[in-house]
């Protein structure tokens, strides 16, 4: 993406004070762990249900711990005042400027063009959601999240939370390199917050009240993969700018692969349970975000009907 010299976004919130407290990132094998668990099931499969979901909320978008039981709705929006306070500690220890800041702040900032555009054609207007960087841990609206959780939106504060040792992670551990693939990232959690302006997802936090666990799942597949179709739309104008290089859409889609359910499950311990998938398998996750990339359109990201 050639995306240098380009605007950055002004809604980046540096809240990555900690940021040389080393094993609190992603990488830390025990932080995978961390996540307050709720008693949910508290039977011998239990580690398993923890590894998943924690899994899982690497792509989610939302606090797995609300999945667990043990938070208080990491999707319900209007949660309490409980921002996040970033008050103070922008400069000094935290690296001001990085590439990889500039990149999320170009990023974001195409985000905001576009989405104010879609928003303008329908009569809507689209308001700018704050992305937190933050390191190892944060509190969000959404409650207290670690790293290990991944990137993940709130409904509540309008955020985005971003680790962003969590790229390094997608390249690491799960195969899904290049730049585009973070955007990717970046722009799956801009749809949640795109849902959550146009109440698609207030709607679903209603329905999921009288949702069995299974049902559930489903209905949080449907949510994520149109999560995954609006990061193509955005994929889709941004390739109208001429900015995406070659591979760029191709590192997409394979971080789409690399983070279906069923690709981690397997990955992550040898067999997949398909009840438990709230993200989607990776095809179903490649076609939503090529389907949307390939036309622009939001009326081809129903995904809220029908098959998947
Ligand atoms: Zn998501």
């Given at each position: 993406?050639?995306?240098?010299?380009?605007?950055?976004?002004d809604?980046?919130?540096?809240?990555?004070?900690?940021?040389d407290?080393?094993?609190?990132?992603?990488?830390g094998?025990?932080?995978?762990?961390?996540?307050?668990?709720?008693?949910?099931t508290?039977?011998?499969?239990?580690?398993?249900?923890?590894i998943?979901?924690?899994?899982?909320?690497?792509?989610?978008?939302?606090?797995?711990?609300?999945?667990?039981?043990?938070?208080?709705?990491?999707?319900?929006?209007?949660?309490?005042?409980?921002?996040?306070?970033?008050?103070?500690?922008?400069?000094?220890?935290?690296?001001?400027?990085?590439?990889?800041k500039?990149?999320?702040?170009?990023?974001?900032?195409?985000?905001?063009?576009?989405?104010?555009?879609?928003?303008?054609s329908?009569?809507?207007?689209?308001?700018?959601?704050?992305?937190?960087?933050?390191?190892?841990?944060v509190?969000?609206?959404?409650?207290?999240?670690?790293?290990?959780?991944?990137?993940?939106?709130?409904?509540?504060?309008?955020k985005?939370?971003l680790?962003?040792?969590?790229?390094?992670?997608?390249?690491?551990?799960?195969?899904?390199?290049?730049e585009?693939?973070?955007?990717?990232?970046?722009a799956?959690?801009?749809?949640?917050?795109?849902q959550?302006?146009?109440g698609?997802?207030?709607?679903?936090n209603?329905?999921?009240?009288?949702?069995?666990?299974?049902?559930?799942?489903?209905?949080?597949?449907?949510?994520e993969?149109?999560?995954?179709?609006?990061?193509?739309?955005?994929?889709?104008?941004?390739?109208?700018?001429?900015?995406?290089?070659?591979?760029?859409?191709?590192?997409?889609?394979?971080?789409?692969?690399q983070?279906g359910?069923?690709t981690?499950?397997?990955?992550?311990?040898?067999?997949?349970?398909?009840?438990?998938?709230?993200?989607?398998?990776?095809?179903?996750?490649q076609?939503?975000?090529?389907?949307?990339?390939?036309?622009?359109?939001?009326?081809?990201?129903?995904?809220?009907?029908?098959?998947?």
């Amino acid at each position: 993406m050639l995306w240098k010299g380009r605007r950055q976004s002004d809604n980046i919130e540096d809240d990555r004070s900690d940021s040389d407290s080393g094993g609190g990132g992603l990488g830390g094998g025990g932080g995978q762990f961390r996540i307050p668990i709720g008693g949910r099931t508290g039977g011998g499969g239990s580690i398993f249900l923890v590894i998943l979901v924690v899994l899982a909320g690497w792509y989610f978008g939302f606090d797995p711990s609300t999945i667990l039981g043990g938070g208080d709705g990491g999707l319900l929006p209007g949660g309490g005042g409980q921002i996040t306070d970033n008050s103070g500690q922008d400069s000094g220890t935290a690296p001001a400027n990085d590439e990889m800041k500039q990149f999320v702040a170009t990023v974001l900032a195409e985000t905001e063009d576009t989405w104010t555009g879609i928003f303008k054609s329908q009569g809507l207007t689209y308001e700018d959601p704050k992305l937190v960087l933050f390191s190892g841990q944060v509190r969000s609206a959404c409650g207290f999240a670690s790293a290990a959780a991944g990137p993940f939106y709130c409904p509540g504060d309008h955020k985005v939370y971003l680790d962003m040792t969590f790229f390094q992670q997608l390249d690491q551990q799960f195969g899904a390199s290049g730049e585009f693939a973070r955007a990717y990232v970046i722009a799956h959690e801009i749809g949640h917050h795109v849902q959550n302006l146009t109440g698609i997802m207030s709607k679903f936090n209603q329905m999921r009240q009288s949702m069995g666990e299974v049902e559930a799942n489903q209905m949080s597949v449907r949510i994520e993969l149109q999560a995954d179709c609006f990061a193509g739309v955005w994929a889709h104008y941004t390739g109208q700018k001429g900015i995406l290089e070659q591979g760029d859409i191709e590192s997409a889609l394979n971080a789409a692969k690399q983070i279906g359910d069923d690709t981690l499950q397997k990955k992550m311990q040898g067999y997949v349970v398909p009840e438990s998938f709230n993200h989607g398998t990776s095809q179903q996750r490649q076609t939503w975000l090529a389907r949307g990339y390939k036309s622009g359109k939001l009326s081809d990201c129903n995904t809220l009907s029908g098959p998947i």
